[in-house]
């Protein structure tokens, strides 16, 4: 009989981490199902939502009969998570505390847990998302040191894993994933890879996982819940206010309790306006968020951004990106919008400008620019520049049409 693979499977005690679980188990491998715990919260009748998701994930694992741990990393996640996402919201930026909960915690501490401390042949996670690797091939991947000096032996024969959209293209997670470690890829298994989510709910009623079944799908800012956005993140900074400024006319509209209480593209309370306005843009030396009339107005549209140093989930840029510093492929900064076709240039310092085929709306620094090409997720890169609105090219041309001189009449030549 051969070697009986042990693999540690992440349990949120929701249906994706426990289907997930049960086909590792039908696979044949040893499981050991662990709760990760990130954040101390009440939710609004004041119970710990995430004792009750502790407990459907251990019943779970009873159910499946598979060893249950349970692990805190509340700490890691407030130092490493929380505490910069603070930052970004002062710097006037809206982070995305989904893409770096995995990069810090589920695919750093849980994965060094997974296999350090528990001595898994692997991890694995309830995303819908695969990789290039078949199954066998995780349980072969050894340790890889990182580089010990700046540049990589360009002799080292490279064999990356590859992350690939799952089959359920509506519930694809790949985007989540873009900052994960090539580390941490080599050692992951996703379970749901080719099944929906249907297909998914299907397994977990005919398994009896009723309880599960039953719960909500998760939505929004894990530790933040059902509370409203602005009343959670003004309990951890302090109250700024500042004016609502017409993008057009510079008149004040209103004002606010903070530019990190709102998000470019999002409606702006304003009294007395027969139309909603919208967050174009922000001031943080100010104070001033600019705000202008209907949800598509031309000072929300930009079609250039630039990132701070990009993370290929392969470590190198692709190789036609190397050579010519130009490439083409599809991007997205918001889960589940459609992919735009973009051209990407690479600069000396590792970040890259993006240019869009077309102007999108609400383009936010902060945010993630995730790049595809077909199915692969490429990586990404924090948005940290936005190139010009389509109000400000407007404005600027017609300021160069009114600018320019009226052209002379030509002088008649003398008569000889």
């Known amino acids: 009989m051969g070697v009986i693979r042990h693999v540690v499977c992440a ?111 692997a991890m694995a996670t309830g995303h819908y998302a695969r990789t290039s690797q078949e199954d066998e091939e995780v349980f072969q991947q050894t340790h890889l040191a990182p580089p010990t000096t700046l540049f990589r032996d360009r002799f080292e024969i490279r064999n990356p894993v590859r992350l690939y959209k799952g089959a359920d293209l509506l519930k694809d997670q790949t985007f989540f994933l873009c900052q994960i470690s090539q580390e941490a890829l080599r050692h992951t298994t996703f379970p749901l890879a080719g099944l929906t989510k249907d297909f998914v709910k299907k397994i977990a009623a005919e398994a009896g996982f009723h309880h599960v079944l039953k719960k909500k799908e998760s939505m929004g800012i894990c530790f933040i819940g059902e509370r409203n956005f602005e009343n959670f993140i003004l309990e951890y900074l302090e109250p700024k206010p500042g004016n609502l400024v017409s993008i057009e006319d510079g008149a004040v509209m209103g004002t606010h309790k903070g530019w990190f209480t709102l998000t470019l593209g999002q409606r702006a309370r304003i009294g007395g306006q027969k139309d909603p306005w919208f967050v174009v843009d922000k001031d943080t030396d100010t104070g001033d968020v600019f705000v202008a009339p209907t949800t598509n107005h031309p000072a929300l549209f930009r079609d250039t951004v630039g990132t701070d140093r990009f993370h290929w989930l392969t470590i190198d840029p692709p190789p036609e990106l190397i050579k010519t510093q130009m490439m083409e492929c599809h991007f997205r900064f918001i889960h589940q919008m459609p992919l735009t076709p973009c051209t990407v240039t690479l600069n000396m310092n590792g970040s890259v400008w993006i240019t869009l085929s077309q102007p999108i709306r609400a383009l936010t620094p902060g945010q993630f620019a995730v790049l595809y090409k077909g199915d692969e997720c490429l990586g990404s890169g924090k948005i940290v520049q936005l190139g010009p609105s389509e109000y400000t090219l407007q404005r600027g041309r017609e300021r160069l049409v009114t600018a320019a001189p009226h052209e002379e009449q030509p002088t008649p030549e003398p008569a000889s």
């Open 11 to 121: 349990m949120s005690g929701g249906v994706d981490s426990s289907v997930a679980a049960l086909l590792l188990k039908k696979r044949g491998y040893s499981v050991t199902g662990v709760f990760m715990k990130n954040w101390d919260s009440l939710d609004e009748s004041g119970v710990c939502s995430t004792e009750k998701d502790c407990e459907d994930a251990y019943r779970v694992c009873q159910a499946l009969d598979i060893p249950f741990h349970q692990v805190s990393y509340v700490k890691e996640y407030w130092h490493e998570v929380f505490s910069k996402l603070l930052k970004e919201y002062e710097r006037g930026r809206t982070p995305n505390p989904d893409i770096l909960c995995n990069r810090h915690i589920k695919f750093n501490h849980f994965h060094k847990y997974a296999i350090d401390t528990l001595g898994a042949d």
